[in-house]
Nanobody
Framework: QVQLVESGGGLVQAGGSLRLSCAAS????????MGWFRQPPGKEREFVAA????????FYADSVKGRFTISRDNAKNTVYLQMNSLKPGDTNVYYC???????????????WGQGTQVTVSS
């Protein structure tokens, strides 16, 4: 079992920045690919970013590429999502997730956090 707890969400004006954190406990953190997802109201959960086990490879949705950066610190069992140039369309609940496989599909992730709300005002 892996427990994931997100933090860092909040209210920010358009153009601003936020840094989300996701702290993991349980099994060896470095054994998991970590991903960030968001779920618009009434829609399915969508991929935002993912990072490989060592952090050597990162992947982004086209909608956030160039604005968001995913990183991880395996010594601290934590994954981060730095969000810059935020837009009102980025308003969502953001979830971190862990997978034993390198995938961007939500169905491929085994463990999920409870989510953190990000609200971007215009």
């Amino acid at each position: 079992q892996v427990q994931l707890v997100e933090s860092g969400g909040g209210l920010v004006q358009a153009g601003g920045s936020l840094r989300l954190s996701c702290a993991a406990s349980g099994r060896t953190f470095s054994g998991y690919v970590m991903g960030w997802f968001r779920q618009p109201p009434g829609k399915e959960r969508e991929f935002v970013a993912a990072i490989s086990w060592s952090g050597a490879s990162t992947f982004y949705a086209d909608s956030v590429k160039g604005r968001f950066t995913i990183s991880r610190d395996n010594a601290k069992n934590t994954v981060y999502l730095q969000m810059n140039s935020l837009k009102p369309g980025d308003t969502n609940v953001y979830y971190c997730a862990a997978s034993v496989k390198l995938t961007i599909s939500p169905g491929g992730y085994d463990y999920w956090g409870q989510g953190t709300q990000v609200t971007v005002s215009s």
